[in-house]
C-alpha cells in the first residue's frame, strides 16, 4: 500500500500558468519535503516542513511555494512556471529531522511546461 | 560544502553478473552515506546506510557497501544481478550540521540488465 501519494502522475502546464501539485501520506510523519529532480540530474531539496514550521532552502526561488493545511497533505505551488521548471517533482517524508532519519517517498509528479 | 560524484552516467551489466556503483563524496569529517534505488514510475527507496562501526554495511535486496575513508567512496555491490534491479541508483550523504536532515545527493547512475 502507497504510503506516499503524489498526484497527478503527470502534470501539464503553460508557460506561467500557476500549477499545484499534491502530496498525501499515511504515515503520520511530522516531516515533509519537496525535491526537485532535473532530467538526469540529482533530486534538489526545495523545502520541508516540520510540522507546521516551514523551512525553505537559500536557493530555492520565491516563484515555488508551499501549504500544509494538516498532517497529511502538503502542496507544491509553482506561481509562474518557467520552461526550466521543467522536472519530477518527488515528495517524501520522515519521522524526524534526526540524523540518518530514513525518507520514504512518493512516485513523483513529472511536469511538463509547455 | 559537501558534495557525492557518482562517475557512472550508465551501466550496463548481464543478468547474474556482479554489479559495482562507484559513489565519492567530499566532506572534511565523516558524512553520514546512503544509497537509494529509483525503479521506473517509483519513489526513491532507501537500501542501506551508513554512519559509524563496521564499513562494511549490509542492505536489502542483497546488496551491500563500503565504507572507504582513505578513498572518500562508499562503493554500492551486488554478488549477482537480478533483471529486477534494472533502475536507478543514487548515493547521497548528510552531515551532522545539516538542518532538517538534507540529503545531498549524486547524480545517480542508470543500470541495465541483459538478459
Known amino acids: 500500500d502507497a504510503m506516499v501519494i503524489q498526484n497527478p502522475r503527470y502534470q501539464v502546464t503553460q508557460f506561467g500558468k500557476p500549477v499545484t501539485l499534491s502530496c498525501s501520506q499515511t504515515?503520520?510523519?511530522?516531516?515533509m519535503y519537496w525535491y526537485q529532480q532535473k532530467s538526469s540530474q540529482a533530486p534538489k531539496l526545495l523545502f520541508h516542513?516540520?510540522?507546521?514550521?516551514?523551512?525553505n532552502e537559500a536557493d530555492t526561488p520565491d516563484n515555488f511555494q508551499s501549504r500544509r493545511p494538516n498532517t497529511s497533505f502538503c502542496f507544491l505551488d509553482i506561481r509562474s512556471p518557467g520552461l526550466g521548471d521543467a522536472a519530477m517533482y518527488l515528495c517524501?517524508?520522515?519521522?524526524?529531522?534526526?540524523?540518518?532519519?530514513?525518507?520514504?517517498f512518493g512516485s513523483g509528479t513529472q511536469l511538463s511546461v509547455l | 560544502a559537501q558534495s557525492v560524484t557518482q562517475p557512472d552516467i550508465h551501466i550496463t551489466v548481464s543478468e547474474g553478473a556482479s554489479l559495482e556503483l562507484r559513489c565519492n563524496y567530499s566532506y572534511g569529517a565523516t558524512p553520514y552515506l546512503f544509497w537509494y534505488v529509483q525503479s521506473p514510475g517509483q519513489g526513491l527507496q532507501l537500501l542501506l546506510k551508513?554512519?559509524?562501526?563496521?564499513?562494511l554495511v549490509q542492505g536489502i535486496k542483497g546488496f551491500e557497501a563500503e565504507f572507504k575513508r582513505s578513498q572518500s567512496s562508499f562503493n554500492l555491490r551486488k554478488p549477482s544481478v537480478h533483471w529486477s534491479d534494472a533502475a536507478e541508483y543514487f548515493c547521497a550523504l548528510t552531515t551532522i550540521k545539516a538542518a532538517g536532515n538534507k540529503l545531498t545527493f549524486g547524480g545517480g547512475t542508470r543500470v541495465l540488465v541483459k538478459p
Open positions: 516542513y516540520y510540522d507546521k514550521d516551514f523551512n
Open positions: 551508513y554512519f559509524s562501526g563496521d564499513t
Open positions: 504515515l503520520n510523519h511530522n516531516v
Open positions: 517524501a517524508t520522515s519521522g524526524t529531522t534526526g540524523l540518518g532519519e530514513k525518507l520514504f
